[in-house]
């Protein structure tokens, strides 16, 4: 049997990465892989922790929320087509000038 932080640690380092990505990307698009780079690096540890506890409802609660994930990329990838048609850029610098 594997030791848990032999899960955790890459776990850490995917969550980093997109956390890394979320606050250095200027590209929208960019911005979204990398949050979903964070939730897979979360969905990993929440399923590490289930396999060390012996239970299958992290597992199950990680299938669901992968489903949720998949969801949520596609609605922002919408946001950012539409972004795209108002302002033919989508950059992240251009976003602050929405409310106006």
Same mark, same amino acid.
């Given at each position: 049997?594997?030791?848990?932080?032999?899960?955790?640690?890459?776990?850490?380092?995917?969550?980093?990465?997109?956390?890394?990505?979320? !606050?250095?990307?200027?590209?929208?698009?960019? %911005?979204?892989?990398?949050? @979903?780079?964070?939730?897979?690096?979360?969905?990993?540890?929440?399923?590490? !922790?289930?396999? #060390?506890?012996?239970?299958?409802?992290? #597992? #199950?609660?990680?299938? !669901?929320?992968?489903?949720?994930?998949?969801? @949520?990329?596609?609605?922002?990838?919408?946001? %950012?087509?539409?972004?795209?048609?108002? +302002? +033919?850029?989508?950059?992240?610098?251009?976003?602050?000038?929405?409310?106006?």
């Amino acid at each position: 049997m594997h030791n848990l932080t032999d899960f955790l640690v890459p776990s850490l380092m995917i969550f980093a990465t997109g956390l890394v990505g979320v !606050f250095f990307k200027k590209n929208l698009i960019g %911005v979204v892989m990398c949050v @979903e780079i964070m939730i897979c690096g979360a969905l990993l540890a929440l399923v590490s !922790f289930a396999a #060390a506890n012996g239970g299958v409802g992290g #597992a #199950a609660f990680a299938f !669901f929320a992968m489903a949720i994930a998949a969801c @949520e990329a596609a609605l922002a990838l919408a946001v %950012v087509v539409q972004f795209y048609t108002i +302002r +033919r850029s989508v950059s992240s610098d251009d976003a602050d000038t929405l409310g106006d």
